[in-house]
């Protein structure tokens, strides 16, 4: 098995919960672009390549299937 890039690292806090106490869903959304963002990065498509190629990445769909809970204090 191959092991992945870590490309997010933080952790939800409470004033990104709802009133359920689950962390809402724009920052799960915000999460997953800053990791995409981190992904795409290390894929070699940074701020030179955009310039050299005038060409980018950008996200047209996002499906988002949750696992499990995530609470404030969780780590992801």
Not at 15 to 27: S, T
Request: glycine content about 6%; some cysteine.
């Amino acid at each position: 098995m191959v092991d992945l890039p870590i490309t997010y690292r933080g952790m939800a806090y409470p004033w990104q919960c709802d009133v359920n106490g689950h962390l809402n869903v724009m920052w799960h959304t915000n999460m997953f672009d800053q990791a995409s963002f981190v992904l795409v990065s290390s894929l070699g498509v940074d701020q030179a390549y955009r310039e050299k190629h005038q060409a980018t990445v950008v996200t047209v769909q996002c499906d988002i299937a949750y696992k499990r809970e995530v609470h404030a204090g969780h780590i992801l």
